[in-house]
């Protein structure tokens, strides 16, 4: 730099403090600071684009972008303007401007490498692949390396990729990136890997499987070194999709010679010898067995072999892989599957796990390792089993306990795995109430024992024994699902808490929490454990879920907004970021990341997560502020809501939870299986229906007004557009259609899982009744539409009907709160506990019903009221004193006076809630004989005062809702 310092360019040093205020946050300044500029040197356009990118992060997007095109206009060809108006545009999120810039700067300096470069990767972010192509080219001309060339090469299997035509992808693009690969083989101009893996990646979409193989094997296989036994790797599946069993086989023999832990080769081992028995193959007598070496194509064989590899790792001691002792176990497996009867041969599986557990048994992995060949245990040998495991782990008496307890780490180790395969074989199903009461306080005996073993852990590291907590809050979360009693629910949170403070970075610990304070109806201390688990990027679509499904439905509304601007951040983010790490992987040559990072970024745009979040936060922004701070229709024109569009990608939605993410150990019975993933996400997807059309169906309320439309026109399309009431129609028919199918059907009741998917907030809405109030009250719309369309003197029917809408109305809305909402939310005694958490997410569907019906009769009253006006200055006119006002004007005044006193009631009831939870000195009870199994009652306090709290939270927001929406009602009146 100090070289440099004499010749820099004197507008670098005077742009400097601008660029400081930028990097800061210090915007106002940086405006300032280039008006000032600006002033002194009127030509210096990139001060301009910096003020541009102040307005910008100042909110003034529109002064900023009328700036940015006043300069784009001008062609520049400064480094320093391209790249201020590059970072603009992408903070407009109008990355398309760029390609537009660097065009015009190419155009005037043809032959500068850098603008050829930035035009390529433009094209990239917006995902122009000809125009890639064709600027790939260009560039090589000008500056001739292998790169570049390249970038046009996958630039052309990026547009076989995105292709709708499949023939014209494996006619056209495919072949022509072959032949420009061929052309720099024969030339031999290949210098990279990178180069060699896209000319793989072309024959692999082609099919010419064959041609890769030779391509592996032959010179140009030789540059594939960046991944350990990559040349192998790719040999192996090309031979498994050749069908060449004999050389897969002796392949993964040679490979399990060198390497006898790696498990992928075993596995190809033994699939590609069942194929060779399955076939009758015979090795020829004279020639080679194979390209690869010998091949195992009997049985006995593969036995001899495994043994070897097992006779090998005898003399390693404590340093024995775990590979060959597993693979035996394997073949097993396969040996019993195939129904043949040459598993003898190979020793007795319970025997071999045995003394696979006594070798491995201190290792956590141990369990992983033998999980999966549980099912060659026969069923009446379990606890015999058992016993024989507990038989060898080493434990002793201390004088404090009766308990026999580990002695060090390893041994605890081992006794864990007991516990785990105990679990796993359902031997705790058999347990009763009492015994498995009696088996948790036993785990945490052992629990705070083994704290010992890790008193030099760091806050952020686990503790050894934590899982002796999991399995009594399992064994606690059995007892609750037998008994439907909720005392074990409470103790389960109380351990939890307890074994929280000793291992604060579990995220296991703080999973489980937030699953039980959720089914109790308690969302507050959820917050701020999702936030302690620190959840990074992708994780905000797999568990994501955890925090978005339970935060409006249990009342907390501030919380909900905040949690969906939080995940949309991510989700939004994600098309920018993914466009970087395409443009990376053209600059580093790693182009078979590419489509994968394309997949990445279409799977997270189609996520079911990303469309329910993304639809909650605009219905709950609605509720909390439409006709409260602003009117509906400027909240509907802010969000650039459409009620005619549907963007959301129906057929291609992915549902990306990760429902496994919490440990288990259940027996594979009781397991998540792939049925009830396909249900829950059927039913998501269901409620997100019901989402949407109940958002658009309020767009479409918005859109109408009663002057907007000719009246007495029967015409339903003007210009070729359906009039907005037909699209109110269409979209109230459609929401009728789902809730009526979804009312046929048998809802299961779903029992919770450790690992599982929570209940849909749908099966709830059903059940309230809050679904046909929100239905009838869009009926409502299109009576009085219809009344504003006639007139008041061709309608007498329509009249009736909307005054009997309206009580209907009122009578509905008494009916839902008083059979859903009403009772206490928490009762206390001296042995028991019991919530009502269904109560709140059934006032949630109540508040949001009042604000759906509360826009609906604004409607109507913005329709009345003309109406009644007019008719009154007819009636003045003509002199007529007494003459009878039509029955919907008394209606709805009746109707408003009701609403009003309805709303009354609500906000008392809720009033009255708060009062018996706060009366309740819920933190000072104790639940009798809990106190042993809970260790400290501190901790039981903690829990009922998080609790407590939750509830008022969730009462005074809905109340404080409800009071706003009572303070708009007086509008109402005509």
């Given at each position: 730099?100090?070289?440099?310092?004499?010749?820099?360019?004197?507008n670098?040093?005077?742009?400097?403090p601008?660029?400081?205020?930028?990097?800061?946050?210090n915007?106002?300044?940086?405006?300032?600071?280039?008006?000032?500029?600006?002033?002194?040197?009127?030509?210096?356009h990139?001060?301009?684009?910096?003020?541009?990118?102040?307005l910008?992060?100042?909110?003034?997007?529109?002064?900023?972008?009328?700036?940015?095109?006043?300069?784009?206009?001008?062609?520049?060809?400064?480094?320093?303007?391209?790249q201020?108006?590059?970072?603009?545009?992408?903070?407009?999120?109008?990355?398309e401007?760029?390609?537009?810039?660097?065009?015009a700067?190419?155009?005037?300096?043809?032959?500068?490498?850098?603008?050829?470069?930035?035009?390529?990767?433009?094209?990239?972010?917006?995902?122009?692949?000809k125009?890639?192509q064709?600027?790939?080219?260009?560039l090589?001309?000008?500056?001739?390396?292998?790169?570049y060339?390249?970038?046009?090469?996958?630039?052309?299997?990026?547009q076989?990729?995105?292709?709708?035509?499949?023939?014209?992808?494996?006619?056209?693009?495919?072949?022509?990136?072959?032949?420009?690969?061929?052309?720099?083989v024969?030339?031999?101009?290949?210098?990279?890997?990178?180069?060699v893996?896209?000319?793989?990646?072309?024959?692999?979409?082609?099919?010419?499987?064959?041609?890769?193989?030779?391509?592996?094997?032959?010179?140009l296989?030789?540059?594939?070194?960046?991944?350990?036994?990559?040349r192998?790797m790719?040999?192996?599946?090309?031979?498994?999709?050749?069908?060449?069993?004999?050389?897969?086989?002796?392949?993964?023999?040679?490979?399990l010679?060198?390497?006898?832990?790696?498990?992928q080769?075993?596995?190809?081992?033994?699939?590609?010898?069942?194929h060779?028995?399955?076939?009758?193959?015979?090795?020829?007598?004279?020639?080679?067995?194979?390209?690869?070496?010998?091949?195992?194509?009997?049985?006995?064989?593969?036995?001899?072999?495994?043994?070897?590899?097992?006779?090998?790792?005898?003399?390693?001691?404590?340093?024995?892989?775990?590979?060959?002792?597993?693979?035996?176990?394997?073949?097993?497996r396969?040996?019993?599957?195939?129904?043949?009867?040459?598993?003898?041969?190979?020793?007795?599986?319970?025997e071999?796990?045995?003394?696979?557990?006594?070798?491995?048994?201190?290792?956590?992995?141990?369990?992983?390792?033998?999980?999966?060949?549980?099912?060659?245990?026969?069923?009446?040998r379990?606890?015999?089993?058992?016993?024989?495991?507990m038989?060898?782990?080493?434990?002793?008496?201390?004088?404090e306990?009766?308990?026999?307890?580990?002695?060090?780490?390893?041994?605890?180790?081992?006794?864990?795995?007991?516990?785990?395969?105990?679990?796993?074989l359902?031997?705790?199903?058999?347990?009763?109430?009492?015994?498995?009461?009696?088996?948790?306080?036993?785990?945490?005996?052992?629990?705070?024992?083994?704290?010992?073993?890790?008193?030099?852990?760091?806050?952020?590291?686990?503790?050894?024994?934590?899982?002796?907590?999991?399995?009594?809050?399992?064994?606690?979360l059995?007892?609750?699902?037998?008994?439907g009693?909720?005392?074990?629910?409470?103790?389960?949170?109380?351990?939890?808490?307890?074994?929280?403070?000793?291992?604060?970075?579990?995220?296991?610990?703080?999973?489980l929490?937030?699953?039980?304070?959720?089914?109790?109806?308690?969302?507050?201390?959820v917050?701020?454990?999702?936030?302690?688990?620190?959840?990074?990027?992708?994780?905000?679509?797999?568990?994501?879920?955890?925090?978005?499904?339970?935060?409006?439905?249990?009342?907390?509304?501030?919380?909900?907004?905040?949690?969906?601007?939080f995940?949309?951040?991510?989700?939004?983010?994600?098309?920018?970021?993914?466009?970087?790490?395409?443009?990376?992987?053209?600059?580093?040559?790693?182009?078979?990341?590419?489509?994968?990072?394309?997949?990445?970024?279409?799977?997270?745009?189609?996520?079911?997560?990303?469309?329910?979040?993304?639809?909650?936060?605009?219905?709950?922004?609605?509720?909390?502020?439409a006709?409260?701070?602003?009117?509906?229709?400027?909240?509907?024109?802010s969000?650039?809501?459409?009620?005619?569009?549907?963007?959301?990608?129906?057929?291609?939605?992915r549902?990306n939870r990760?429902?496994?993410?919490?440990?288990?150990?259940?027996?594979?019975?009781?397991?998540?299986?792939?049925?009830?993933?396909?249900?829950?996400?059927?039913?998501?997807?269901?409620?997100?229906?019901?989402r949407?059309?109940?958002?658009?169906l309020?767009?479409?309320?918005?859109t109408?007004?009663?002057?907007?439309?000719?009246?007495?026109?029967?015409?339903?399309?003007?210009?070729?557009?359906?009039?907005?009431?037909?699209?109110?129609?269409?979209l109230?028919?459609?929401?009728?259609?789902?809730?009526?199918?979804?009312?046929?059907?048998?809802?299961?009741?779903?029992?919770?899982?450790?690992?599982?998917?929570?209940?849909?907030?749908?099966?709830?809405?059903?059940?309230?009744?809050?679904?046909?109030?929100?239905i009838?009250?869009?009926?409502?719309?299109?009576?009085?539409?219809?009344?504003?369309?006639?007139?008041?003197?061709?309608?007498?029917?329509?009249?009736?009907r909307?005054?009997?809408?309206f009580?209907?109305?009122?009578?509905q809305?008494q009916?839902?709160?008083?059979?859903?909402?009403?009772?206490?939310?928490?009762?206390?005694?001296?042995?028991?506990?019991?919530?009502?958490?269904?109560?709140?997410?059934?006032?949630?569907?109540?508040?949001?019903?009042?604000?759906?019906?509360?826009?609906?009769?604004?409607?109507?009253?913005?329709?009345?009221?003309?109406?009644?006006?007019?008719?009154?200055?007819?009636?003045?006119?003509?002199?007529?004193?007494?003459?009878?006002?039509?029955?919907?004007?008394?209606?709805?005044?009746?109707?408003?006076?009701?609403?009003?006193?309805?709303?009354?009631?609500?906000?008392?009831?809720?009033?009255e809630?708060?009062?018996?939870?706060?009366?309740?000195?819920?933190?000072?009870?104790?639940?009798?004989?809990?106190?042993?199994?809970?260790?400290e009652?501190?901790?039981?306090?903690?829990?009922?005062?998080?609790?407590?709290?939750?509830?008022?939270?969730?009462?005074?927001?809905?109340?404080?809702?409800?009071?706003?929406r009572?303070?708009?009602?007086?509008?109402?009146?005509?």
């Amino acid at each position: 730099m100090a070289a440099r310092s004499h010749v820099q360019d004197p507008n670098d040093r005077r742009l400097r403090p601008i660029y400081d205020y930028l990097d800061n946050g210090n915007n106002k300044m940086a405006i300032q600071q280039a008006d000032k500029l600006l002033k002194k040197h009127k030509d210096l356009h990139c001060a301009k684009v910096l003020k541009a990118i102040g307005l910008q992060r100042t909110g003034k997007q529109e002064e900023a972008f009328t700036l940015a095109q006043e300069v784009a206009a001008l062609e520049p060809t400064d480094d320093n303007s391209l790249q201020a108006l590059t970072i603009l545009y992408r903070e407009m999120h109008r990355p398309e401007l760029v390609t537009k810039l660097y065009e015009a700067a190419v155009r005037k300096v043809p032959n500068s490498e850098e603008y050829h470069s930035h035009l390529f990767m433009a094209y990239a972010r917006v995902g122009e692949y000809k125009k890639m192509q064709q600027a790939g080219m260009a560039l090589y001309k000008i500056v001739p390396k292998n790169p570049y060339y390249f970038w046009s090469v996958m630039s052309l299997v990026m547009q076989s990729i995105s292709a709708q035509d499949e023939k014209l992808s494996k006619t056209m693009f495919l072949p022509l990136a072959q032949r420009m690969v061929e052309k720099m083989v024969k030339e031999d101009k290949i210098e990279a890997e990178a180069e060699v893996q896209l000319y793989l990646m072309i024959l692999e979409r082609l099919g010419k499987d064959l041609e890769g193989l030779e391509v592996i094997r032959g010179k140009l296989g030789e540059k594939l070194t960046s991944e350990l036994q990559s040349r192998e790797m790719k040999c192996m599946v090309l031979y498994k999709k050749l069908i060449k069993w004999p050389e897969c086989n002796a392949l993964s023999r040679k490979l399990l010679l060198n390497n006898p832990d790696d498990w992928q080769f075993y596995l190809s081992y033994f699939d590609s010898l069942f194929h060779l028995i399955d076939a009758a193959w015979t090795p020829p007598t004279e020639a080679e067995h194979s390209l690869e070496g010998p091949v195992t194509c009997l049985v006995q064989e593969a036995i001899n072999f495994v043994e070897e590899r097992i006779l090998n790792e005898e003399p390693k001691g404590s340093r024995r892989l775990r590979g060959p002792y597993l693979a035996k176990l394997e073949l097993i497996r396969r040996l019993r599957a195939r129904g043949t009867n040459d598993e003898y041969r190979l020793g007795i599986p319970e025997e071999l796990m045995f003394q696979y557990f006594e070798r491995f048994g201190d290792k956590p992995c141990c369990y992983s390792d033998l999980r999966i060949f549980v099912d060659l245990l026969s069923p009446e040998r379990h606890t015999q089993f058992i016993n024989k495991l507990m038989e060898v782990v080493p434990m002793s008496v201390s004088s404090e306990s009766d308990l026999a307890l580990p002695d060090d780490i390893k041994a605890m180790q081992r006794h864990m795995f007991v516990i785990q395969f105990t679990r796993l074989l359902g031997l705790h199903e058999a347990l009763d109430q009492e015994q498995k009461l009696s088996l948790v306080e036993e785990l945490m005996q052992r629990y705070k024992h083994a704290l010992e073993f890790g008193k030099s852990c760091l806050k952020t590291e686990l503790q050894f024994s934590d899982n002796y907590c999991l399995f009594a809050v399992h064994l606690l979360l059995d007892i609750w699902r037998q008994s439907g009693e909720e005392g074990p629910l409470w103790q389960s949170l109380a351990l939890l808490e307890e074994t929280l403070s000793n291992s604060p970075s579990s995220a296991q610990f703080k999973l489980l929490l937030i699953r039980i304070y959720c089914l109790l109806g308690a969302f507050e201390p959820v917050v701020d454990l999702y936030t302690s688990l620190d959840a990074k990027h992708v994780q905000h679509d797999t568990i994501g879920y955890l925090l978005t499904r339970y935060a409006e439905p249990l009342g907390h509304l501030a919380a909900a907004s905040q949690a969906c601007n939080f995940t949309l951040r991510f989700f939004h983010s994600n098309q920018k970021d993914t466009s970087e790490y395409i443009i990376q992987a053209y600059k580093y040559g790693a182009f078979e990341k590419i489509p994968e990072f394309i997949a990445f970024r279409n799977r997270l745009n189609n996520s079911l997560h990303f469309a329910q979040v993304r639809i909650e936060r605009m219905l709950l922004d609605l509720f909390l502020e439409a006709n409260v701070t602003q009117s509906l229709e400027e909240s509907i024109k802010s969000m650039g809501l459409c009620p005619d569009e549907d963007d959301i990608p129906w057929d291609n939605l992915r549902d990306n939870r990760d429902l496994t993410v919490l440990f288990c150990w259940d027996p594979k019975g009781s397991e998540l299986t792939e049925g009830q993933r396909e249900t829950s996400m059927k039913e998501e997807r269901t409620w997100l229906q019901i989402r949407s059309l109940t958002l658009r169906l309020v767009c479409a309320l918005a859109t109408i007004s009663h002057t907007v439309e000719l009246k007495n026109s029967n015409r339903t399309t003007e210009n070729g557009v359906a009039s907005k009431i037909d699209t109110l129609r269409y979209l109230i028919q459609q929401l009728e259609c789902i809730v009526q199918t979804e009312k046929k059907k048998d809802k299961q009741v779903v029992q919770f899982l450790v690992q599982g998917s929570p209940p849909a907030r749908m099966i709830t809405y059903l059940e309230s009744t809050s679904c046909w109030c929100q239905i009838n009250a869009f009926h409502l719309v299109i009576d009085v539409y219809e009344l504003d369309a006639s007139g008041l003197e061709e309608t007498l029917d329509v009249q009736n009907r909307i005054a009997n809408d309206f009580k209907s109305l009122l009578g509905q809305l008494q009916e839902l709160f008083n059979n859903k909402c009403k009772g206490s939310l928490l009762e206390a005694n001296k042995t028991n506990y019991t919530t009502r958490p269904e109560l709140l997410e059934n006032l949630v569907f109540l508040v949001e019903t009042v604000c759906i019906i509360l826009w609906v009769s604004y409607y109507c009253g913005n329709v009345l009221r003309p109406l009644k006006s007019s008719l009154q200055k007819k009636k003045k006119k003509k002199k007529e004193i007494n003459f009878a006002m039509p029955i919907v004007f008394s209606g709805f005044q009746d109707y408003v006076a009701g609403l009003q006193n309805f709303l009354s009631e609500v906000v008392y009831h809720i009033k009255e809630l708060e009062s018996a939870l706060t009366a309740l000195k819920f933190e000072e009870l104790t639940m009798d004989g809990h106190s042993a199994i809970e260790g400290e009652q501190k901790f039981s306090r903690v829990v009922r005062g998080k609790i407590q709290s939750s509830y008022l939270r969730s009462l005074q927001e809905m109340g404080e809702l409800l009071r706003k929406r009572l303070d708009t009602v007086k509008s109402l009146k005509i």
